[in-house]
């Protein structure tokens, strides 16, 4: 009995000296998910950089793998699987479950880059603050031309826009823009998968005043 508690002290201390970010995992997500997930933070972790935009050193400070983690760290530590209300959702958060955010099959059964699904993680854990009213969004115009680039499903007229250069889209479209541009240890790869990624998110911003801080913070 004694002997068995050391062993799976040692299996528990092992495990945890292994995860890249502290994560507690809901029985329905699969291990395959768990191990892309680590393996995405791990792509994350030793990003670093001399240099970038002022709207990304407002919202997240340097472009650094540590500091990336503490951020997300600080807001999410559940990770679920769920459909999230509805076949366009790729990921969600439910604002009466605190640091927590959920992830649906379009995330798991569509395949996109690695910095696109961190891409998507940074977007929920935005919306896991609770003092900014979740960071809602705001309704694409009913003449929005853009699909969704994970999904594909029309965006027109859906609350799938943002208004502040602080939102979901947005903040996550900046993360993504400046590891496009500074990121000295990324791959030639993460960099251009960034810069379609951030091209695309950054279209959801949609009010005018908005788009002209995105676009001069893009243009640094
Ligand atoms: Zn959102």
């Known amino acids: 009995m004694k002997k068995l508690f ?28 768990r191990k892309q997930v ?17 709207i990304h050193q407002e919202i997240f400070g340097k472009v650094d793998g540590s500091n990336y983690l503490q951020w997300f760290q600080q807001r999410v530590k559940y990770f679920g ?19 927590k955010i959920w992830v649906s099959g379009n995330y798991t059964g569509i395949n996109h880059p690695q910095i696109a699904r961190l891409m998507t993680l940074y977007h929920e854990a935005r919306h896991t603050e609770k003092d900014k009213d979740n960071w809602p ?19 027109a007229g859906n609350y799938a826009c943002d208004s502040t250069v602080y939102g979901s889209y947005a903040s996550a479209s900046v993360l993504l823009n400046n590891i496009s541009k500074f990121c000295e240890s990324c791959s030639e790869k993460t960099k251009q998968d960034a810069k379609i990624y ?5 279209k959801r911003v949609v009010d005018a005043a ?11």
């Open 6 to 33: 050391i062993v799976s002290f040692l299996f528990s201390t092992i495990t945890s000296f292994a995860s890249v970010i502290d994560l507690q995992f809901d029985s329905n997500v699969t291990a395959n998910l």
């Open 38 to 54: 680590m393996g995405d933070f791990e792509l994350m972790q030793n990003m670093g950089a001399s240099r970038e935009s002022p």
């Open 81 to 99: 699987f769920s459909s999230c209300g509805g076949p366009s959702a790729v990921a969600c958060v439910k604002p009466q479950y605190l640091n």
């Open 137 to 155: 969004h705001a309704k694409c115009p009913r003449n929005f031309p853009y699909r969704s680039i994970w999904t594909g499903k029309r965006l």
């Open 198 to 202: 951030s091209d695309d998110q950054v």
């Open 210 to 220: 908005s788009v002209a801080r995105l676009k001069q913070d893009f243009e640094i």
